[in-house]
């Protein structure tokens, strides 16, 4: 409901299958159901990233599985990563490390030649995070997140230029 609708009611969110006395029992009101859905939304993208073992893995693997894993949590959760701008946030301080993972992932690829050494690596992580969300946004329904990783992580590391 919200997805559809971010400012629908507590009300309205209940009508969409839930009673209303379970939300309003759970959630003392709709600020306090939005913080929630955000922070387990961010939890969900932590683990993402946790997953594709991005201090371990060989660099370009940790960016393929990251991506992948990545792709598949916001596809289902758009909505909710977008909530979190309170610094005082669990979510917020879950996105910010996540940030600062994708750098250290990035550094890791710049150390092995992927990236140029002279790149911005705040920069590129921006770059990256637009390219997941292109992506996503002009997904067509069931595209396969690997399929869709590959095409991110290529774009990244070579852009649309001509290939020798």
Known sequence: MLAEDPGASMEQI??????????????????????????????QLAQA?????????????AMHRITANV??????WTFALGLSDDPD????????????????????AQDDGLIDEAADLDWVRRVYYALIGESLHGNAEGADPDTLAARVIDTLLHGAGPRP
């Open 71 to 76: 792709l598949q949590v916001k596809g289902a």
């Open 14 to 43: 209940a009508a969409a299958g839930v009673a209303r006395t379970t939300i309003h029992r759970r959630f003392a009101n709709r600020q306090a159901l939005i913080e929630a859905l955000a922070t387990s939304a961010a939890r």
């Open 89 to 108: 946030s669990e979510a917020f301080a879950l996105q910010q490390d996540i940030g600062r993972r994708c750098v250290a992932v990035l550094r890791r």
């Open 49 to 61: 990233v946790d997953d594709g073992r991005p201090d371990t893995a060989p660099p370009l693997v």
